[in-house]
DNA sequence: CTCAGATAGTGCGATATCGAACCAAATGGA
DNA sequence: TCCATTTGGTTCGATATCGCACTATCTGAG
C-alpha cells in the first residue's frame, strides 16, 4: 500500500465525515427545537422498515451504541413521537411503536426537505444517485463484517 | 418527484451517516484513551494540507461551528500534539502548528490503521474508490452550497 | 480618523454520546 | 431442574457538541 493509496481512502472516509456532518445540520435547522437527527431518523426506520422493532435492533440499524438509543427513545416517547411497550415474547425486551404525533412529526419534516430534495434532483436526478449506492452498501455491509475480523 | 426518489435520496444519507458511525467508532478503539476521531481528524489535515491554519479555517474543512473546533483544539494542545500561536497577520486570531509528538500520533494511528486497509484494498481497490470519489465530492460542495440557496 | 458593522475566538449552559457497571430475564448444557 | 452464561435494557459519570452571548480586533465607508 502506497502512500498515495492511503491518502485516497483517508478522504473517502473523510469525505463520508463532511458529508454526514453538512447533511445532518441540514436537516437539524429543520426540526423544532429539542428534537435532532436521530430522532428523525428512528421515525423515519419505524415507517420505512416497521413498527414493533425492539431498542436494540433500532441500535444495530444505526449502528449506534444501545445506551445511545435508550437515550433516543426516551426523547422519542417524551415528545409523544413514540410509544414503548412490554416485549410479550421476551421479557427483558421492549417494542417501540410510532404514534400519529410520531407519524405527523415525521411527514412534516419531509415535506419540509422537499426544497431540497428537489434542487438535489437537478444535479443528481436519481438515476446518477441508485448508480451511488449499490457501492456504499457494500462499503457499509463490510466495514460492518471487518469489526470482527480485523486485529 | 415520487415516494420511490425520494426514499432513494434518504437511504443515500442514510448510508452516510451509517458509514460515519462505523469509520468513527472503527477509528477511535484504535487511539489511545481520551483522543476521539475529530483529534486525528485535525492532526490529519495539518499535515495532509499544510500547517499554520486557523481555528476558523479548520472548522470550515470539517464544516463543524467553530465552537466545536476550538473544543477539539484544546484537547490536541492540553495533549501536547498541537501548539497555538497568535496570528502576527490579524490580533484576534491564531495559528495551529503540528508538533512532533503529534506526527508521532498521528503515525502511530495511521500505522494501526493498515490492517483496515488492507482488507480494504481487496474488496475496494484503489481504482474503485477514486471512480467514487469524484461523486462524493461533488454531493458534499453542492450540499455545502446549498445551505445558503434552499428556502 | 472615526465608528458601525463584520469577523476570530472563547465561556457557558443544555443536551448528546458512549463506556462501564449493573439488573433482570432468557438460554442451554449437565 | 439447576445454574453459569448470555442477552436486553437502563443508570451513571465523563466528555463532546453546539447555540447563544460576549470580547477583542479588524475593515471600510465617510
Known sequence: MDEHDQTLYFRLFNEIGILEQISRTFLE????DGFIAPHFAVLNHLIRVKD???PLELARAFQVPKTTMTHTLAGLEKGGLVEM????????SKRVWITHAGRSF????IADLSPL??????AFPPDTVAQMMPELERLR???DDLRDRVS
Chains 1, 2 share one sequence.
Open 52 to 54: 414493533g422493532r425492539t
Open 117 to 122: 430534495f428537489g434542487a438535489l434532483a437537478e
Open 141 to 143: 455491509i463490510f466495514m
Open 85 to 92: 411497550k412490554p416485549n410479550p415474547e421476551d421479557g427483558r
Open 106 to 109: 415525521r411527514n412534516r419534516a
Open 29 to 32: 435547522v429543520r426540526l423544532p
